[in-house]
């Protein structure tokens, strides 16, 4: 199975990001790929709650969203929106970082809300707090393809690996990690991070990224990461996307996830601890 993993500099102008975003898909499908994946904030990047209030909308409503479950029916293609800033109406006006599994009839098969929020500081110059912007979500989510079961996950949840080994035991053999990552913890963490989380758990992780520096009408600009990652169940990189937007395509064999697990069978070999 080929996948496309597709590498954004999404702005805060949701038309714009689709317009963008959209062209991308119609290429990963002209090469053959069958499963595409479009990073974290796909529709907008924004560090201005006001411009978030402004442009953003709920599911029902959201342009990016629409118009990509058509494309998916159009071109018979399975496609993961990495994530989409989404309206919830929620009285203390957070919104969702939302992650869509559309299907090859356009339909939603399966959706995830980001669990784990970003609140950190960097630096003197740099912080995060994700959780006064976004409400985290509270389940994990497996989905059913036609190449076997994934695990979907978003950015800071590589964090934290009893997700992913819990994925992993309920069946995941493709673990998706769409982010947005800084580029300070990118350069140190990023690969380390996914390789992990493949050698783990013996299934393929697939990171789409956003990139670069990213055109803000209101508020300051933000700075993210790049290189996409396809890792292989063996924790080997398969393709990395650099630093500048565009696609990457990867070649997946799920035999190659029974055959890791077969010669490290590391996940069936948690003990029981007892109390202190």
């Not at 006006?93 to 939603?108: E, K, Q, T, V």
């Not at 990023?190 to 299934?203: D, K, N, P, S, V």
Request: proline letters at 5%.
């Amino acid at each position: 199975m080929k996948a496309a993993l597709i590498q954004l500099c999404s702005s805060d102008d949701p038309a714009a990001n689709l317009a963008v975003t959209a062209a991308l898909v119609h290429r990963a499908a002209d090469a053959g790929a069958q499963l595409i994946l479009t990073p974290e904030v796909t529709n907008c990047v924004s560090a201005s709650r006001a411009r978030q209030q402004e442009v953003l909308t709920r599911e029902e409503d959201d342009i990016t969203l629409a118009a990509l479950c058509d494309l998916a029916a159009s071109r018979g293609i399975w496609l993961l929106i990495g994530s989409l800033c989404i309206k919830t109406g929620d009285a203390d006006g957070r919104f969702a970082n939302r992650s869509f599994l559309i299907g090859p009839d356009g339909g939603i098969k399966a959706r995830y809300d980001k669990i784990h929020m970003f609140d950190v500081t960097i630096s003197d110059t740099e912080s995060y707090r994700e959780s006064a912007g976004y409400r985290p979500g509270a389940q994990a989510v497996l989905a059913d393809t036609p190449w076997g079961r994934m695990g979907m996950t978003i950015c800071y949840d590589v964090r934290f690996p009893h997700l992913y080994r819990n994925l992993a035991q309920n069946g995941a053999g493709i673990l998706t990690v769409p982010s947005a990552f800084s580029p300070v913890t990118g350069a140190a963490h990023w690969h380390t991070l996914l390789r992990a989380r493949a050698i783990e758990t013996g299934a393929y992780v697939l990171a789409p990224a956003q990139t670069g520096t990213h055109a803000a009408s209101a508020g300051k600009p933000r700075q993210t990461f790049g290189h996409s990652l396809a890792v292989s169940p063996w924790g080997e990189v398969l393709a990395d996307g650099g630093t500048e937007p565009g696609v990457i395509y990867v070649d997946l064999d799920m035999n190659e996830v029974a055959q890791a697990r077969q010669r490290i069978p590391a996940m069936m070999h948690d003990p029981t601890f007892g109390g202190p």
